[in-house]
């Protein structure tokens, strides 16, 4: 079966400090990718979304960047923390019947 | 440019009774996919229904079901015998054939009042 994972589920980071979280999907080849952030009570805002490995396309500019080393793996870095990268993450994929699947979420606190 | 609204931020039901969520979106595609997705306290984002705009019979899952009036382009989403575990924010979402991306709604926070 197709699944969707990411990880950490919750971290607490400070400013400044840099940040990775990881998405695998499993059950399928070469799915699209997409990281979206939901501030708190607010809608879903996509930050990146891939077609394929080394291919990543941006939607706002910000203080994040992603990553696809492999092609079921999607990772969200920043350098850098800011307090405004405080939210939640959201790995998603769509298949082949067009329909998007979410991952657990992970809940970045910059202090 | 492709959009979702969603024009009630909050909506409130007791528990038993139905519920219509208003969705409107706009796109000059005529082949697309319409979806209602739910977001418990828990944040976990779960497909509740998904119609597709060439099929003119309204999906049904279990207590929801949709109104898809493709000419008016509106997607309200009707949640019969309206349980607790219904509270939840409720996303409208379209993407067009072969299309990349998903197009969000702002949400619809919905209260199901014991």
């Known amino acids: 079966s197709q699944t969707i994972h990411q990880w950490p589920a919750t971290l607490v980071q400070p400013v400044g400090s840099p940040l990775s979280l990881e998405c695998t999907v499993e059950g399928t080849s070469n799915p699209n990718l997409y990281w979206y952030r939901q501030a708190a009570g607010r809608g879903l805002q996509l930050l990146f979304y891939s077609v394929g490995i080394g291919q990543i396309s941006s939607e706002v500019p910000q203080n994040l960047s992603a990553s696809r080393p492999q092609d079921r793996q999607f990772i969200l870095s920043s350098k850098k923390l800011l307090l405004s990268d405080s939210g939640f993450y959201l790995c998603?994929?769509?298949?082949?019947?067009?329909?998007?699947?979410f991952g657990e979420g992970s809940w970045l606190t910059v202090v | 440019a492709q959009t979702v609204t969603q024009s009630q931020p909050e909506m409130s039901v007791q528990e038993a009774e139905t519920v219509t969520l208003s969705c409107t979106y706009d796109t000059s595609e005529s082949n697309y996919y319409l979806f209602w997705y739910k977001q418990p306290p828990s944040r976990q984002m779960i497909l509740v229904i998904r119609q597709e705009a060439y099929k003119q019979q309204n999906a049904t899952e279990n207590r929801f079901s949709v109104n898809f009036q493709k000419a008016a382009k509106s997607f309200s989403l009707k949640i019969s015998d309206s349980q607790l575990g219904d509270t939840a924010m409720y996303f409208c979402a379209f993407i067009v054939n072969y299309g990349q991306n998903f197009v969000f709604g702002p949400g619809t926070r919905l209260s199901v009042l014991p």
């Open positions: 998603a994929w769509i298949t082949s019947g067009n329909t998007i699947y």
